[in-house]
Nanobody
Framework: QVQLVESGGGLVQAGGSLRLSCAAS????????MGWFRQAPGKEREFVAA????????YYADSVKGRFTISRDNAKNTVYLQMNNLKPEDTAVYYC?????????????????WGQGTQVTVSS
C-alpha cells in the first residue's frame, strides 16, 4: 500500500514557475514508477510526465516537454514536478500516481495509487 500527498500548487501568473511535490508513504517507494497527471474543469484526466524507479528514464507529454521536469528522491520518498514558463492552459488539478509498470507509462490504468491532487491556476 502506498499513500501519496501532493503539495506546492497555487496561483501564478503566466510565464511563472511552480514546483509540485508528492510525498509517498511506504518502504517500497523506490520500486514504483511515478507519474503526474492533470485534469482541467470539464476535461478528462491527462498524462503530464513519468519517471522510472531509478530516475534513469523520463517521459513527457508533448504539451509540457521543455517546460516541465520530473525528478525523484528515493531517500525522501518524494517525486517532484518543476513547472516553468507556465501557461493559462496548464491550469488544472495535478495528481501524483504510483505504478508497477516496467517503464514510465502515459496511461492512467498503469498506476495503482493516486493522490488527492493539488490545484494549479495560471492567470493570463
Amino acid at each position: 500500500q502506498v499513500q501519496l500527498v501532493e503539495s506546492g500548487g497555487g496561483l501564478v501568473q503566466a510565464g511563472g514557475s511552480l514546483r509540485l511535490s508528492c510525498a509517498a508513504s511506504g518502504r517500497t517507494f523506490s520500486r514504483y514508477v511515478m507519474g503526474w497527471f492533470r485534469q482541467a474543469p470539464g476535461k478528462e484526466r491527462e498524462f503530464v510526465a513519468a519517471i522510472s524507479w531509478s530516475a534513469g528514464s523520463t517521459y513527457y507529454a508533448d504539451s509540457v516537454k521543455g517546460r516541465f521536469t520530473i525528478s525523484r528522491d528515493n531517500a525522501k520518498n518524494t517525486v517532484y514536478l518543476q513547472m516553468n514558463n507556465l501557461k493559462p492552459e496548464d491550469t488544472a488539478v495535478y495528481y501524483c500516481a504510483a505504478g508497477r509498470s516496467a517503464s514510465p507509462h502515459d496511461s492512467s490504468w498503469a498506476y495503482d495509487y493516486w493522490g488527492q491532487g493539488t490545484q494549479v491556476t495560471v492567470s493570463s
